[in-house]
């Protein structure tokens, strides 16, 4: 070891010895060192003098001195020393005790020195060894400045009584543990051990506890100068292995040393490692360390997961920087080792003395012995109960609770089920009492316990006696007493013991959660508690604060007896209290007899004679118990006042300080003795209370008298042989007398204040953080009216949110001008949101958030609490007031109900009434509404988007907040039962932090609905122990929900983590009566219903009338889940039974509640239009098992009756069998959850909830199967188009003649086979996969049948291609025959012009003369086939049919039959028939028509009823405007017109179609066949019109049609030229032939010119099949990159309406809303072109780039392997062409060649190098291929983009013309839908008799109070709500409210408003009026609000 200083070692060697002086020795030494002699010792205290040696030792003055200043100080020690040795030698004392301590000054020696340990104040020991100085003489150098140390400040801040420190530091000096006497050995050093990982601190020169990198590291004077001790430090970072670790002394502490971010993980892993190397007993000497850097903050996750360990315990719990240089972090941590390391030591090391030791003088010693005598006498007793405690918490498996306590959320999960009595052993005593506690059984107590044996079922009921004897004469056996027998059996735990064993385990809030309980069951409470281990008294106030009692106080006067009720908080109720002792021990059970004063029927307090009690009861004695009388107003109330009554249990002459306690606050004490005399202990008590002014009554054991009054208010009264019940009889009566007259009263929270010689709990500083948080509020609220209170500082939900959800519920019914009543609320709404904003900055609501923030989790829990509990307070008087007045007005109402008064007093009486309601509303006051109000500030500021700076950073953390609290157990407001809304933004932001926080985990949501006051929030609260409001006055209002958890041993018996009750305020509430009541139950049980996966249906009582309302909106929700495809599940509870054990009874109250259902569902079948016979029908319902009856809750007449032990067996029961039911179920998500919520609000705002209904959370995984199938089709697509590119060129070049369709199955069935799995592991493995479910066979077909058609497709393809190659076998033979005699033609003319020398014009010349001979040689009879005139055709074709020539010229060069179908009115191409006129006039204004309807004759309505029929259109609204339209056809006729159009077109195209053009070409009877059809088609559509058609129409139709057969005829009749004209045929090879030619003539041998065919063949293939292949690769880069073509159909719509709106082109925009897939499939093409040739063209000139790599690489491959073939083996020129041409499939398809010109080919290589040639050549020409020649292939990209994209559903709303977006093309059962619905004008809808267009939104107008005309010739309109019940072209539609916010169609028709009214020769007038708000949505707000709506 280093060496120390010598200064300072010798300034603590004296400080030491100071501590033993006594007050004369001390005096003496202050005396030497005051030269002056200024100072007057003897007016001196004994730390005054302490305090001024230390001064003069540490003093500048002697370190200035120098090495004289020493020599002084070694002087003083002497001096000391002497003073010591000479007291303890006069003493008798052994003087060689302290000779070591002895110093010269002339001594010499090396300098050393060896200190022992000051343990923080708590340990000293003194050197023993000698000093021995050699003083420097250099000057400044010989003493170093001293500071003062930390031990030293610790020193002398204890300091407070010298005596007393000498005392203590003397018997600590004769503690010494390894038992030699301690003033000869010092205490060892403190080792500090390091473990952890290496990286979790940094090891540097300036780390004060670990400066280098060394095993085993003795520290310097560092730590020496921060603490004065020696620290011996051992660095094990690292984890090293157990052979390298060296010798830990015994005296040491663990620093467990772990990253920030590494919290639980190296916790659990550091520990593990200490265990297992060093062995177990070391973990109890772990100080962790959390090592953080310089700008790093904690963890807080790993923190809290740490916390969360039992092992952890937060006193050994340290953080530090990485660095440790920072000396106050370091001073901490040793500080807390040393606490550590004593308080092990008090819990290890026993008190022994040694008895070789003596310390004292003789007369000194018999004192001390004396009192060591008594100490130890105590200590033992101490001890023994110390060790039973220890044991039974052992025992119990408490003992480690005992440190880190049970808490609450430990019994708030969900775990295994309550075991029943006979499986209960002592392990399961704790959890079982806790789980039947939670669930108010007060049989908790009773627990019988099991003995662990494995032969517990061979073991004897009885034990026989050792002693037995088979004589029955002998009777020794009888008269023994067995004291060996059940020796070694040990008794069961008391009852008692295993409650105050919980409680001295428990953290606060379970234990206040526990006495809550225990209070609920009538139990006494432990008011009084000595602490187990150190026998300090504790008052639990703080378990008292949640209890309120209730009670009726009954007051006769001279009109009759008025009863007052009072409820109250217990803590603030100001009651009398009567106190009982015991002194001495009894027979007599002072407890037994206090409950019959109490309650006779109920132990309220446990007694020796209770079941389970036991001899030995260890935690009880000096319990003080406390319970309240509390009177029910009635004539047999055992007291008519209040009264409590405390037990002080155990022999109170023992325990004095609780007895002086209890009898200062008692108003009356009563004092039991075994017997009243003098010489009994118990006397100087007696004596002492029976001379107090207490009142006093003594019970004496040994006396049978009757009370007798000694002195006024002191009574005695004997019990022997005395019956109870008359004992009791006396008591009350006494006690009533006694508390009749003027007595001290006793209030817990203010009496225990006073008490100083008791702690109370709440003392304690995390608590008393939360509440002076909790206080700053209260202060602000405490001198208020409690009505006020909200308006004041809570302003947000008053009214200002009551009037939001007024407007928001109309914003639901509009009426009239919808948009513009629209926009008025909307604005409305706005304006309100912003009120909100600026009153949302109160000081209540910034001290509440700024707590929530501020405060760490326990003391933000106390704050909570204590809001709670001081609000209550606050609240109690005024509510009781209010709900007495309230009961009594509603009793005089009754009355006079029951008198059929109708009096003016009766409606005063119910106003009255109402005002009460109101004023309770009012006064209800709680933390649920400051977290209302948390929500409405969040929802104002977000719906205004903007938010004020100031607030912003606050409001935004608010969701965090609420979610950390939600998490942690506390319920949170759902609906809001004021204003009767779900704010719907708040709750989403909130769950959605929880999401963040737990992840989106599974929960099963279990709702209840019931009567009000029928026990919903009980029951739940029992079931789960919650902490749903119950209490008088605070019913649960609107809707609550709280997260439960589910433990880990059950987790994985379940498909989901939580349980999330909801519970609900009850139906038919009687504070809504006669407001809306029917309509906001009916909102409620709706919305509840279908929210849960499960719903408890609380029926109260056996009253069948008063079920048939609840049964009836109950069954009516379940109806309407039924439609909207929800299936909950339900369980009927019956509460309130009288008999439930009557199962005959049950069985009738089953069937009639069957029957019951049964009847109301066939009359809510009636209301929701539901076919339905019975309740089964609309749920699965069996009344056999989800039907549980209830026993009442409380046995007996409350206020004191317990709850029934029948009720919590019920609970148990009915908790078993929804744990039961929900283990089938896999419960939803939060994120769903949270989307249901929104759904089902959302459809309950409009009138008609099944219509309206949206399952956001099923479209959106609805959306994205859609996405899948897209993937999965067009992976099934392109395998077949590259199958298809295989087999055309085969087909085409005739090597193939024939495709079956197992063929084209077998090429796909690996594809199909991948595709099938994909779906297979899509449906089971995705986390939607139980909604997905529903889907799965639908979506399995239809993968099925898009395969089945796509290879049947592709066939027809193929087979059509074998049809026209089948057509063409003569044509193909002579082609063939024409080329082998131009092959051989070309070679005898090159070898006949060889001879002569020519250029290439004159050969080119030569060439072409003798080609002309070839072609009449080869084809002499053969005509050319023409090109057709198509024009010249219908001109003939239409005057055929007698149309006049100009009208087809007129129309012809007008061009207006080009766009026939999307012309806006037709009305120009009618002709009225001759009662129009008629018609006109009967036109008339609203009005007029009222009085039309009531003209007697009824000639007049009936002529307009009848044109109001034809001509009528579907209006949006029942009325007619005065200005009427001229000369225009109504909106249904006009669409009549204009599908007849496209149904005329489109069978005309099939037609044309069928006609074999391109295999026997054009004839002009097929536009002859066209016409007529055209001509039938229109006099038919003309049959029955009120109209026909003018010529014009039929000649624009027929050419219309022509118009769109053009294309497909043209195109035909040239495949048949091109197949089928030989000369067209020659013509095309003359070219080729020509090469040939000039090749012979060249002198190329055949092998060359075979080649160079052969390039020419090759070239033409690959191409070919390069652009085809590049064709589908573009399409499948497009459907994987391109943001429009990837997603599902709604995704493609969306980037369509964008590109509209980018383009603003009214045309395309016509074209969309007249044929929406032509505008589709027109962007495609036009994104497919810019992807090729603008935007992408790169990436698409490298996949044309690869494809031809790829080509050329096989056609090499092929030429080498067919070549290598032939290398070694023979064969001629066909088989190596044969050969390579096998070589090049599948990729390639060569065209047959000749050989039979190139028979000498014989060199194979040779012609392979002659080829590779070429294809060099080929290989550049391709390479340079444009992207053009890609998009004229057959696989053109756009086209395949069109198969795949458009093959869905292009059905249009009946509305607007919106088109569905389902990516399916037949989707039934799943309605058709699309979220981009738009104003009706759009489509051109028009109010019916004027030319006003219409703005209306379908998708608003189906949420107004509206109607339609279904069809043109209706004569009654259909409300929009009831829309699907217009027909099948309207039910297969699923239009639901979304109050029109989509703005893009609003942008548009202000942008084109002119071209609309243009085009469909309207205005947007009148009621069709466009809103200014309209106006001021721009392009960008518009593209911006598609993806709102894709994302809704």
């Not at 100083?756 to 700053?776: F, H, L, T």
């Not at 509009?814 to 009543?821: A, F, N, Q, T, V």
């Not at 549980?1188 to 069998?1217: D, H, T």
């Not at 020129?1773 to 390579?1780: A, D, Q, S």
């Amino acid at each position: 070891m280093a060496a120390n200083n010598p200064r300072k070692e010798l300034i603590f060697k004296i400080q030491k010895k100071l501590g033993r002086l006594s007050t004369k020795q001390l005096q003496t030494v202050l005396s030497s060192i005051d030269d002056g002699g200024d100072i007057d010792v003897h007016d001196l205290s004994e730390p005054e003098m302490y305090e001024l040696i230390v001064d003069f030792v540490r003093s500048g003055k002697l370190k200035a001195l120098d090495d004289e200043g020493v020599a002084q100080l070694l002087l003083l020690d002497e001096q000391i020393s002497n003073l010591l040795t000479t007291d303890v030698c006069a003493t008798g004392d052994d003087p060689n005790t302290f000779s070591g301590t002895d110093v010269s000054a002339s001594q010499t020696g090396s300098a050393s020195l060896e200190l022992g340990l000051i343990d923080s104040g708590l340990q000293t020991a003194t050197a023993a060894t000698d000093i021995s100085l050699q003083p420097t003489q250099t000057a400044g150098g010989s003493t170093d400045d001293i500071p003062p140390t930390a031990s030293e400040t610790v020193m002398n801040s204890c300091d407070s009584q010298h005596a007393e420190r000498r005392v203590r530091n003397e018997q600590e000096e004769t503690e010494n543990i390894s038992g030699s006497s301690p003033r000869n050995e010092v205490t060892p050093p403190l080792t500090l051990v390091l473990i952890g990982k290496k990286n979790s601190i940094d090891i540097g020169s300036k780390n004060i506890l670990l400066d280098h990198d060394q095993e085993i590291h003795v520290k310097e004077s560092r730590l020496y100068d921060l603490f004065g001790d020696q620290i011996i430090l051992i660095n094990l970072l690292g984890f090293p292995s157990i052979d390298t670790i060296p010798e830990i002394p015994e005296h040491r502490a663990f620093i467990l040393l772990i990253s920030n971010d590494q919290h639980e993980n190296q916790y659990t892993s550091g520990l593990q490692w200490l265990e297992n190397t060093l062995g177990k007993e070391n973990s109890s000497n772990v100080m962790t360390v959390v090592t953080l850097d310089d700008s790093e903050e904690m963890n807080e996750n790993e923190l809290q997961n740490l916390k969360a360990k039992s092992s952890f315990s937060e006193k050994r719990y340290h953080t530090c920087r990485r660095s440790m240089m920072d000396e106050n972090e370091i001073i901490t941590l040793v500080e807390k080792i040393k606490d550590m390391v004593s308080e092990n030591r008090r819990m290890t090391v026993g008190n022994q003395a040694n008895p070789d030791e003596t310390l004292a003088t003789s007369e000194e010693a018999d004192t001390d012995d004396k009192l060591m005598s008594i100490c130890n006498s105590l200590e033992d007793i101490q001890k023994k109960r110390q060790k039973e405690t220890e044991k039974l918490f052992r025992r119990l498996h408490l003992q480690d609770q005992h440190q880190h306590k049970l808490s609450s959320e430990d019994f708030v999960q969900i775990g295994p089920p309550i075991k029943k009595t006979n499986e209960v052993f002592e392990r399961d005593l704790v959890c079982a009492f806790l789980q039947r506690l939670m669930m108010l059984d007060y049989r908790a107590r009773y627990i019988p316990v099991q003995q662990e044996s494995s032969d517990v079922n061979n073991s004897e009921a009885v034990q026989v006696s050792d002693s037995a004897v088979t004589d029955d004469d002998d009777l020794d056996a009888l008269f023994t007493t067995n004291v060996d027998v059940d020796q070694s059996k040990e008794n069961h735990v008391h009852p008692m013991d295993v409650q105050m064993a919980v409680f001295h385990c428990s953290d606060s809030f379970l234990k206040q959660k526990m006495i809550t309980k225990l209070s609920q069951c009538q139990y006494a409470l432990p008011l009084l508690v000595p602490d187990p281990l150190t026998a300090n008294l504790e008052c639990p106030l703080w378990t008292f604060r949640q209890i309120t009692k209730t009670w009726k106080i009954a007051t006769i006067k001279e009109n009759g007896t008025t009863v007052t009720m009072k409820s109250m908080p217990i803590y603030k109720a100001e009651t009398p209290m009567v106190s009982f002792f015991r002194l001495g021990s009894m027979s007599v059970s002072k407890s037994q007899l206090m409950n019959a004063l109490i309650n006779d029927r109920h132990d309220t307090f446990f007694h020796r004679n209770c079941k389970g009690s036991t001899k030995s009861c260890h935690l009880m004695d000096g319990v003080a118990e406390i319970t309240w009388y509390c009177p029910a107003g009635k004539d047999n109330d055992f007291f008519t006042h209040c009264i409590a009554f405390c037990n002080l249990h155990g022999d109170s002459l023992a325990i004095g300080k609780q007895r002086e306690i209890l009898t200062e606050m008692s108003s009356v004490i009563v004092v039991l003795v075994p017997t009243l005399e003098k010489s009994q202990e118990s006397t100087a008590i007696i004596s002492m209370l029976y001379k107090s002014s207490k009142p006093l009554i003594i019970l004496t054991a040994d006396n049978d008298c009757s009370a007798v009054q000694v002195k006024p208010q002191k009574y005695k009264l004997g019990l022997k042989e005395r019956s109870q019940s008359d004992v009791s009889e006396e008591l009350k009566k006494i006690i009533k007398g006694l508390l009749s007259g003027p007595h001290t009263s006793f209030r817990l929270e203010k009496t225990m204040a006073k008490v100083s010689e008791i702690k109370v709990d709440e003392d304690e500083k995390i608590c008393q953080n939360g509440k002076s948080a909790a206080m700053k509020i209260i202060e602000l609220i405490e001198r208020m009216d409690v009505a006020k209170i909200k308006d004041t500082f809570l302003p947000c939900q008053g009214q200002l949110w009551s009037n939001w959800c007024k407007i928001n519920k109309e914003l639901h019914h509009l009426k009239g001008d919808i948009e513009k009543e629209k926009g008025q609320k909307s604005h409305q709404l706005m304006k309100l949101r912003e009120k909100q904003c600026d009153a949302s900055d109160s000081k209540l609501m910034r001290l509440f958030t700024q707590s929530l923030q501020r405060l760490k989790p326990k003391e933000r829990e106390y704050f909570l609490t204590w809001i709670q509990i001081l609000i209550d307070a606050l609240s109690t008087d005024d509510l009781s007031s209010i709900l007495q007045n309230y009961d009594e007005t509603w009793s005089e109402v009754l009355v006079l109900k029951k008198k059929h008064d109708k009096s003016a007093q009766l409606k005063h009486k119910q106003t009255e009434l109402e005002d009460l309601s109101k004023k309770l509303q009012s006064a209800t006051f709680g933390l649920e509404h400051i977290f209302r109000e948390m929500g409405q500030i969040y929802e104002a500021h977000k719906s205004l988007k903007k938010p004020s700076l100031d607030q912003q950073s606050e409001w935004t953390k608010y969701p965090e907040l609420a979610a950390d609290l939600m998490i942690s157990g506390h319920p949170m407001e759902l609906m809001d039962g004021d204003a009767g809304h779900v704010p719907l933004i708040w709750i989403s932001s909130l769950l959605q932090e929880v999401i963040k926080k737990l992840g989106d985990q599974r929960v099963f949501v279990l709702s209840v609905l019931g009567v009000q006051s029928s026990g919903k929030s009980t029951m739940l609260n029992a079931m789960f122990g919650l902490q749903f409001a119950v209490s008088a006055g605070r019913c649960t209002k609107g809707a609550y929900m709280q997260l439960v958890k589910l433990s880990e041993e059950i987790k994985d018996k379940y498909q989901f983590d939580y349980i999330l009750v909801v519970d609900t305020e009850g139906l038919r509430a009687l504070e809504l009566a006669g407001n809306a009541t029917i309509h906001h139950d009916n909102e409620l049980a709706t919305f509840v219903v279908g929210l849960g996966n499960m719903t408890l249906i609380n029926i109260f009582g056996e009253n069948p009338a008063d079920m048939q309302d609840v049964l009836q909106i109950v069954v009516q929700a379940f109806m309407r889940m039924k439609k909207v495809k929800l299936s909950p599940s339900c369980v009927f509870v019956h509460q309130n039974v009288t008999d439930i054990t009557a199962a005959e009874k049950n069985m009738d109250g089953k069937r009639r509640l069957q029957e019951k259902l049964d009847k109301m569902a066939q009359l809510a079948a009636k209301e929701e239009v539901c076919d339905v016979e019975c309740f089964s029908d609309v749920i699965a319902f069996d009344v056999q098992k989800d039907v549980k009856y209830f026993a009442q809750l409380w046995e007996g007449s409350p206020p004191m009756a317990p709850p029934n032990p029948g009720y919590s067996e019920s609970v148990q029961e009915l908790k078993s069998i929804i744990l039961s039911k929900a283990k089938q179920s896999k419960g939803i998500t939060l994120s769903h959850f949270s989307t249901k919520i929104q759904d089902l609000w959302n459809a309950l705002l409009n009138e008609h909830f099944v219509f309206s209904f949206k399952n956001t959370q099923e479209i959106a995984v609805y959306r994205k199967l859609e996405v899948q199938y897209g993937n999965w089709t067009w992976a099934l697509r392109s395998e077949m188009l590259n199958i298809e590119n295989q087999l055309y060129p085969r087909i085409e070049k005739a090597q193939l003649d024939k495709v079956e369709l197992n063929y084209l199955n077998k090429e796909m069935s690996k594809k199909y086979k991948e595709i099938t799995k994909a779906i297979v592991d899509y449906f089971e493995d995705d986390k939607d996969k139980e909604m997905l479910v529903q889907w799965r066979g639908r979506f399995d077909n239809k993968i099925k049948e898009f395969h089945e058609e796509l290879v049947r497709g592709v066939k027809r393809k193929l087979d059509e291609v074998i049809q026209q190659n089948n057509a063409r076998k003569m044509v193909d033979k002579k082609k063939t025959e024409f080329e082998n005699n131009l092959l051989q033609k070309s070679k005898e003319l090159a070898h006949h012009l060889k001879c002569i020398a020519a250029d290439e014009e004159e050969l080119k010349a030569q060439f072409s003369t003798v080609w002309s001979h070839w072609v009449k040689e080869l084809a002499p009879d053969t005509k050319p086939i023409e090109n057709i005139n198509l024009e010249e055709d219908q001109l003939l074709v239409l005057e055929d049919l007698g149309v006049e020539w100009g009208l087809i010229d007129d129309s012809k060069r007008s061009k207006r039959y080009k766009n026939l179908s999307e012309t806006g009115n037709y009305f120009s191409y009618i002709t009225q028939r001759k009662y129009q006129k008629l018609f006109e006039e009967s036109q008339q204004s609203q009005v007029n028509k009222t009085e039309a309807g009531k003209d007697t004759s009824g000639k007049l309505k009936t002529i307009f009823g009848f044109f109001q029929k034809l001509f009528g259109m579907a209006s949006t609204t029942q009325h007619v405007e005065e200005s009427k339209p001229k000369n225009n056809l109504q909106y249904e006729e006009q669409e009549l017109i204009r599908s007849f159009i496209k149904k005329v077109e489109q069978e005309s195209l099939e037609a044309i179609k069928s006609k074999p053009v391109a295999t026997r070409g054009y004839r002009s009877t097929y536009l002859q066949e066209l016409a007529k059809n055209v001509k039938q088609r229109v006099t038919e559509f003309e049959s029955g019109k009120k109209y026909t058609f003018k010529k014009e129409f039929t000649v624009d139709l027929s050419l219309f049609v022509f118009d769109r057969a053009e294309g497909w005829l043209l195109n035909s009749h040239k495949i048949y030229r091109e197949n089928n004209d030989a000369l067209t045929y020659l013509d095309n090879k003359k070219n080729e032939y020509y090469n040939i030619f000039r090749s012979f003539y060249k002198g190329s041998s055949s092998a060359v010119v075979f080649g160079e065919i052969m390039c020419e063949k090759l070239k033409v293939s690959a191409v070919e099949a390069v652009c085809n292949k590049t064709g589908v690769d573009i399409a499948g880069e497009m459907m994987c990159s391109f943001p429009a073509f990837n997603g599902n159909r709604l995704n493609l719509e969306k980037h369509v309406l964008a590109s509209l709106a980018e383009r603003e082109d009214f045309n395309r925009f016509t074209t969309y809303i007249r044929k929406p897939r032509a505008q589709v499939e027109a962007f495609i093409k036009e994104e497919v072109k810019k992807f090729m040739f603008t935007t992408q063209k790169s990436k698409a000139q490298t996949i044309l780039k690869k494809n031809v790599e790829d080509i050329t690489r096989v056609i090499s491959q092929a030429l080498f392997e067919a070549t290598e073939k032939f290398k070694h083996k023979k064969g001629n020129i066909g088989m190596w062409v044969e050969e390579f041409s096998s070589k090049l499939k599948p990729k390639l398809t060569l065209d047959t060649i000749s050989c039979q010109n190139f028979s000498d080919i014989n060199n194979f290589e040779f012609l392979k190098e002659e080829i590779e040639k070429g294809l060099k050549s080929i290989t550049t020409e391709m390479s340079k291929l444009s992207l053009e020649k890609v998009n004229d292939c057959r696989q053109k990209p756009d086209q395949i983009l069109i198969d795949q994209l458009c093959n869905c559903c292009w059905k249009r709303c009946p509305f607007c013309a919106a088109v569905c977006t389902n990516t399916l093309k037949d989707h039934s059962p799943e309605k058709h839908s699309v979220p981009f619905h738009r104003p009706n004008g759009v489509k051109g809808w028009h109010k019916r008799g004027t030319v006003d267009l219409v703005i209306d939104f379908c998708t608003t107008l189906v949420a107004s109070d509206r109607g339609f005309y279904p069809h043109h010739d209706s004569e009654k309109t259909v409300p929009y709500k009831q829309y699907p019940t217009a027909g099948e072209k309207y039910a297969s539609w699923s239009i639901t409210a979304d109050a029109s916010m989509l703005a893009y169609w609003k942008w548009f028709i202000c942008h084109f408003q002119n071209e609309l009214e243009n085009y469909y020769k309207m205005k947007f007038q009148g009621s069709g009026e466009i809103p200014q708000q309209w106006r001021n949505f721009s392009k960008e707000d518009a593209i911006e609000s598609l993806d709102e709506m894709c994302s809704l």
